[in-house]
């Protein structure tokens, strides 16, 4: 439906339903059932479509004659005087104004809409934030006055207390580097070295660094290749071997004992290829997985802090495969396992 009527539309069918309210109360107090209406029901469908179209009528003419008087007004002030109006153009531009209003209407609503969305993921990113900086420092600081106020002399037990303040020390620095990174991606400030490689040799590099990791953390890390030839695709090398580390070991947090990290690299067409990095552990559930690339979000709230890291594994894969102008995908299912898949511009041959 037009939105010119759109108005007129939604209070004809408000004055309706208020209207049926009322002499269905009515009714049933004074007579203590509905039947009569039920048995005259043609009767009551015809008088109540007739009130929908009468409201609509007037309302839909008070609109306009509102509007109309408006813009005459408006009009008279612009126009030199003894310049007669012109109707004809005058009802074109109440049309039109009205059309106009009605979309900045429904536009304004949509950006009200977006403001509360940002204004609540602002509040939860500070709230995240806070948190993941009080932890470690509160642990530094706890060690460190430990030692101040004890007056600790075993050399053994000041070592053990400054090793773990240290380890906080490292995670505050860890999280201050991210988020360093992830705003220089937004602002621009950082570039890319876009260079040809072979997208093969750079993940049997990653499976032979990750290997050890892989053992101590009970799982199989495989790298699944059907082509012998190079695979040569664009894109940074660091940066990629950074997000192909941070997928590879976020498999690992959320493995299973005796568990599966595969990398297949699969080709979407001429240009593009997929990387895919998948396992078999816990899974996440669906409604997770919008939010999986913010920053700080957790989907185990109460997951230990302890296994190092900043948090931001993720919002940084998402910054630097955009950075690339490539897509990443996640596909989920609890306790069934992850798919983190990646796309990159394939070099012709």
Known sequence: M?????????????????????????????????????????????????????????????????ILTKVKSLYQDLLPTGIPLNEDSLQKDVISITQSLQKFAKESKLEIELLKDKENYRREFIGNLAHELKTPMFTVQGFILTLLDNDVTDEKTVKKYLKKAA??????????????????????????????????????????????????????????????????????????????????????KYGVENGTTEIEIGELNETKILVRVIDNGKGIAEEHLPRLFERFYRVEK????????????????????????????????????????????????
């Open 2 to 66: 037009n939105q010119r009527f759109s108005t007129a539309l939604q209070l004809s069918l408000l004055i309706v339903i208020v209207f049926s309210l009322i002499v269905g109360i009515t009714f049933y107090l004074y007579e203590g059932s509905l039947d009569p209406l039920f048995q005259a029901t043609n009767y009551v469908v015809i008088c109540l479509l007739a009130l929908f179209i009468l409201s609509f009528v007037l309302i839909q003419m008070i609109i306009e004659n509102f």
């Open 167 to 252: 380890n906080g020390v490292d995670r505050l620095g860890f999280i201050i580097k991210d988020l360093d990174l992830i705003t220089q991606f937004e602002t621009g400030v950082t570039t890319l070295n876009v260079e040809q490689f072979d997208i093969a040799d750079l993940i049997k590099d990653i499976v032979e660094m990750l290997e050890i990791k892989a053992k101590k953390s009970g799982v199989n890390l495989q790298f699944n290749s059907n082509q012998d030839s190079p695979i040569m695709v664009l894109g940074d090398t660091e940066r990629l071997t950074q997000v192909l580390t941070n997928l590879v070991i976020n498999s690992f």
């Open 302 to 349: 109460t997951r230990n802090r302890n296994e190092g890291g900043s948090g931001l594994g993720l919002a940084i894969v998402k910054h630097i495969i955009e950075a690339h102008n490539e897509k990443i995908f996640v596909e989920s299912t609890p306790k069934v396992g992850s798919e983190f898949s990646f796309t990159l511009s394939r070099v012709k041959a």
